[in-house]
Structures are given as C-alpha cells and as structure tokens.
C-alpha cells in the first residue's frame, strides 16, 4: 500500500528517456510527392574481405595477442574491403546516367542526390509526403521499399534515404522534480536519494582531479536532430554539482540550443562531468545507424569513445509500413551496419550503446502480454561489436544507519536527498521507472570474447525462458553496466530526475575516455573496441567488477511479463558482467601493450 502511493509520486514526477518507441505509425501518407523534390540517399556498397575485417579486430583487441592495441587508419581499412576501383565507377555511371547530382564517393558507400521523379524510375518506387501525427514535421519516402536497379544490383548491399521513416521518441519531455512531492517521498524512506557525478565516482572509485587531458576525447550522439543541451545548464549543472564546467568543444549536425532536451542534457553532464577534462563531442545525425556510422567513420578526426543512447528492436529495423517490413530487410540493415560498427572499432573508437529500457521483454512486448513473442532485442544495444550497457540501481538504505558512505559537499546535496547506499541492485520497474534491457540478439552469432562466460552463464544453474524464445547461440547482452536511477540533471534550468540505462551508457563512456587519458599520458594507443578486454579482465580478476547476482529484467516501463533473463553469478544477461571497480580496471590496463 505504502509502496504503491510512493511509485506514483516518483512516476508523475520523473520520466524515462531512452528514445525507443517504435512510431511508424506516427505517419500518415498526406499527398504526392512534388516531382521537383530533392532526395539525398546513400548507397552501401558490397564490401569485400569482410572475414579479414572481423578476424584482425578481434586480434588487435585481443589483450593477449602480440597485435593489441595497434588500430588501423581508415585508409589501411578502405584498402582491405573497398570494392575494386572498377565496379565504383559502375555505380557512379550509372547514377550520372540516371540525373542524380552532388555524387560523393566514400569507397564502399556512395552519397547522391536526385529528384523524386529520377528516384521512382531508379528505385521501381511512388514517393509521397508524409506527415508526423505529434511532431509537425514532413518527409518524402517511398511507402513501399526500393528495388535496387538491374544495373548496378550485384554491387550494392543497401539503400537509406529513400524507403525508411525515421523514428522519433514521442514519449513527454518534461523531467521537472516537484520539490514539495519529492521531498515528501524521500521522508517516507522510499527514495534511495539522487546520483550525481560524487555517487558514481565514490561509489566506481573513480579518481577525481586526474582526468586532465583534453588529448582524451568523448562523445555523445542524438539521433534526433533537434536534439540539443543548453550551455547555461552546464554551469549550473557545475556549481550544483560541485564539478568543472564541462568543455562541449565539439558540436556536429545541426543544433538547436534553444530547446535543450533530457536525453541530450544528461549524455553531456554525465559523459562530461565523469570524464572530466576531456575534449566533448556533441554530435546530432539526421537519419539512423548508418548514416552516424558511415559519417563518423569518414570523418579524418574522430573522438575516442561515443555513447548512444538510443534503440529499438533488431527486427523492427526496416520499419517503413509495419505491413511492409519484412525481417530479412531488418536483419540485411543490422548487418550492413555491424561492419560499420566493426570498420569504426578497428580505428581504435569505444563504441557503446545502451541496453534498452523495456527489460527482456524489450519494445515489441511492452505491456507483458504477448506469449508469441514475449522477448525483444535493441539494437544497437544488442550488436556484438557495441559495448552495450545495463542499468543498476541502488538499494534504498534504512534511514536509521546513520553512517554515510559518500560525505556529500555538493550544493543540490543540501538542497535534496542524495544517495547513501552502496548496494547496487538490478534496475528494474517498478522501483525504478525502467527495467535493463537484456538478452541475446536476433542475428549475431555469439562472438568468441564471450562464449566462455556465457557459457557459464548457461550453467549457472538459473532459469532461462523457453528455449523457442532466444537464440541460445547468438550474442548475449549487455556487456556491462552502471547505475541507471535516479540521476539529477539540470535542464532549461530546472532540476530533473532521469532513469535510463540512457544514463548508464555515457558514464560507462566518461570511465573509458579517463582510462584512455591514462593510455594517452604514456603514450599508448586509446582503449578501442574494448569488448574482449572487458571478458579477458574478468576472467583474470572476477574483482574487477561489481558482480550483481540477484534479480531479473522481467519486466518493461509498465509491467512484468511472465519470462525473462535471470541474473547470476559470473556473466549474465541482466547486468553483463557486473559494474566496474575503477582501480581494478586501471590496474589491469597498466599492464598491456
Ligand atoms: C593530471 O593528471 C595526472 C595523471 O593523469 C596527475 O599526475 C596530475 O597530478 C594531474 N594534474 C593536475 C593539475 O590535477
Ligand atoms: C540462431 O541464430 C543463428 C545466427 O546467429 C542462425 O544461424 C540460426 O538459424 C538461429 N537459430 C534459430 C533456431 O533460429
Ligand atoms: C516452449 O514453447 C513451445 C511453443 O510455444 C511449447 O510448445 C512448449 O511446450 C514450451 N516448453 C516449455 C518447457 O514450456
């Protein structure tokens, strides 16, 4: 009953972010598309040696191997899987040919533009306008999906820009804590009291005042492009916060400040706060995975870790029409995809992804009801080449231990309850707003860094869901993870409280970025795809992990469904292989190459 009256309070006054409902729906054919209109798309070319590609990423990131650390260029990568020079020009003819201008040449990805009525020759497609039912907002697409012409069929893997509708997090944007009603919660015990940078850093013994480099970089990306943080917050955030003002010195894509949002605003105040001095990446993409992906990868200068905290599930990938998605499109995209992933991994980039929000159940089963498909992944949370990142929470401490762990100077911590507990629990609805995401993909064999723990995991001795629900053989996820309730932020100058594994990601991404600055002072290579290291560190030093043993992600944002990963000793796909112990991690990185 108590509990009850308590979660209604935390629910009407702190709203979860991670942008992941799947909206297609959202929009509506309104006319012909004006045959004048301009379309830019992209071509993904067939790429070649892709096997040599994904062996020589698990050997330089490999701890054990004599080739750790020793990243290639992106022209050392081109050179190994570009198609040949003349199947380029094939391609590039033939869209000459056919009236499309503005051709960019990326090697194995070719950037154009044309008119709609060239687009519907080339593509065997009828464009239209779409309209957006919440945003405001028009778009031309096809409404059904391309056919890749004759010409040039055998060369080209996939088409963006032309058939797929993007998705917006439509969810409210409102995070305002109601001070009276928070305060009257906390006093009722129910509140295991805000995070803020302190938490994190007492709590992952995360040194303060040593991450001092700006030649160490990290990056945040939005995939909604106008999504935007405001520079004024970051100084209040600051002052609040008792942290150094945070350096944004690098905005990409457009970028409205004037509308700051949650999602945009917690990546910077906690992969900047946590990361300290490094150089800031802010970075919006108008489109989906491979436009970021093929973007970032082009461009010559690139920070050292990104985090995304965005997804929605693997099969709901080539969402256009609901009725015209069919799963090999999804799984054709997710796939194009992870040899972007993997081309961005072997530049010697951290890439990391949350885990999703909605538990195992995932988006596809939001209100626990579906028995067909009672499981759902997120990707790119669930891409074997991401760090994909869980959620814990902490556990509400009884009000009469009197000892405080954290000895908290920050103002907000004057002002509001701020943690107290050091026991971290799985983050799970309904104590917290969002339950991790977790669970094996829908397409990626299991990489070789994993099958030992997850193997264990298997034998683990906890209960699994029916076997007809998961592929026991793929990619388990996620890797790792950090807490993911009850995070203070400061937006559009009002003092908010967020719940995500979207909080979890970027200071996953500020740990690595202080990590790297260490690799940079001794002038190593930055940490790079980190996925075997993290296995490889765990296998030789369980203790460099928080291990979280108890609980499940049964359940979503809403409910609890009847199935479910479990957690356990070791790996699981709950919380990956636990939370990080900083010292433990610094250690071991000391050591290598
Ligand atoms: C900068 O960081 C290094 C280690 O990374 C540390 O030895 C040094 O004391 C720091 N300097 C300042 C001014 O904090
Ligand atoms: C499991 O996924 C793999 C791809 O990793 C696929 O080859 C296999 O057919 C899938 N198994 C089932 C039962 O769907
Ligand atoms: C697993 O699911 C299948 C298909 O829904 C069903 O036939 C089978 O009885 C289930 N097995 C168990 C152990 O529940």
Redesign the pocket.
């Known amino acids: 009953m108590k509990k009850k009256s308590i979660i209604l309070i935390i629910c009407l006054i702190v709203v979860p972010i991670f942008s992941s409902i799947r909206d297609t729906s959202n929009w509506v054919k309104v006319k012909e598309a004006n045959k004048n209109t301009i379309i830019n798309f992209r071509l993904g070319l067939r790429q070649k040696n892709l096997d040599i590609l994904e062996s020589t990423l698990l050997d330089v990131s490999n701890p054990k191997s004599i080739n750790y650390g020793k990243w290639w260029s992106s022209d050392e990568i081109m050179d190994l899987i570009e198609p040949s020079v003349d199947d380029i020009k094939i391609v590039i003819s033939y869209l000459l040919e056919n009236g499309c201008f503005n051709i960019e040449n990326h090697r194995d990805m070719v950037k154009a533009s044309a008119n709609v009525d060239d687009i519907e020759k080339m593509f065997n497609v009828k464009m239209a306008t779409f309209s957006h039912k919440v945003k405001n907002q028009f778009i031309v697409r096809s409404s059904e999906s391309y056919s890749v012409p004759r010409e040039i069929k055998s060369l080209v893997h996939i088409v963006t820009g032309v058939s797929e509708l993007p998705h917006y997090n439509t969810g409210p944007k409102s995070h305002k804590i109601n001070i009276n009603e928070r305060q009257e919660s906390i006093e009722k015990g129910a509140d295991p009291g805000l995070i803020i940078p302190y938490t994190l850093q007492k709590l992952y013994g995360i040194p303060i005042?040593?991450?001092?480099?700006s030649a160490s970089s990290v990056c945040v990306v939005e995939f909604e492009d106008y999504a935007s943080f405001n520079k004024e917050d970051l100084f209040e955030f600051a002052a609040a916060t008792a942290t150094p003002h945070i350096n944004v010195d690098h905005i990409i894509g457009p970028f409205e400040p004037y509308a700051p949002g949650g999602e945009a605003t917690l990546d910077v105040q906690y992969a900047g706060s946590i990361s300290e001095g490094a150089s800031v990446w802010f970075w919006t993409v108008d489109g989906w995975m491979f436009e970021f992906a093929t973007d970032f990868f082009n461009t010559p200068v690139i920070p050292d870790v990104v985090s995304m905290s965005y997804g929605w599930p693997e099969p709901g990938q080539c969402d256009r029409f609901i009725a015209h998605c069919v799963d090999e499109d999804a799984e054709q995209y997710v796939q194009r995809v992870n040899i972007e992933f993997q081309k961005i991994g072997l530049r010697g980039t951290t890439l990391l992804a949350a885990s999703g929000d909605q538990g195992a159940p995932g988006d596809s089963n939001m209100d626990c009801k579906s028995h067909k498909h009672p499981l759902s992944t997120s990707f790119p949370g669930a891409s074997p080449w991401v760090t994909s990142v869980g959620a814990t929470m902490l556990a509400e401490k009884p009000s009469t231990d009197s000892e405080d762990p954290y000895q908290y100077s920050a103002p907000i911590c004057n002002k509001k309850k701020c943690a107290t507990s050091t026991e971290e629990l799985v983050c799970t609805y309904p104590q917290s707003l969002i339950t991790t995401g977790g669970g094996f993909s829908n397409y990626s064999p299991m990489p070789s860094y994993q099958q030992k723990a997850v193997n264990d995991y298997f034998n683990s001795g906890v209960k699994f869901p029916n076997s007809t629900f998961f592929n026991s053989s793929n990619r388990a996820f996620p890797d790792i993870s950090a807490l993911g309730h009850n995070y203070f932020i400061l937006a559009a100058g009002a003092d908010q409280v967020i719940d995500g594994t979207s909080c979890s990601s970027p200071v996953l991404a500020g740990i690595i970025s202080l990590l790297n600055?260490?690799r940079i002072?001794v002038g190593k290579p930055p940490l790079g795809f980190i996925n075997p290291l993290l296995y490889q560190l765990y296998e030789d030093n369980p203790a460099a992990y928080n291990d979280i043993e108890k609980g499940n992600n049964y359940c979503t944002e809403h409910c609890c469904a009847e199935t479910g990963f479990e957690s356990a000793k070791g790996y699981d796909a709950v919380t990956g292989l636990g939370t990080p112990v900083y010292q433990e991690f610094l250690n071991y990185i000391q050591t290598l190459n």
């Not at 005042?209 to 480099?213: A, K, P, Y």
Request: hydrophobic share 10%; no cysteine; proline share 0%.
């Open positions: 005042g040593m991450g001092n480099d600055g260490y002072s």
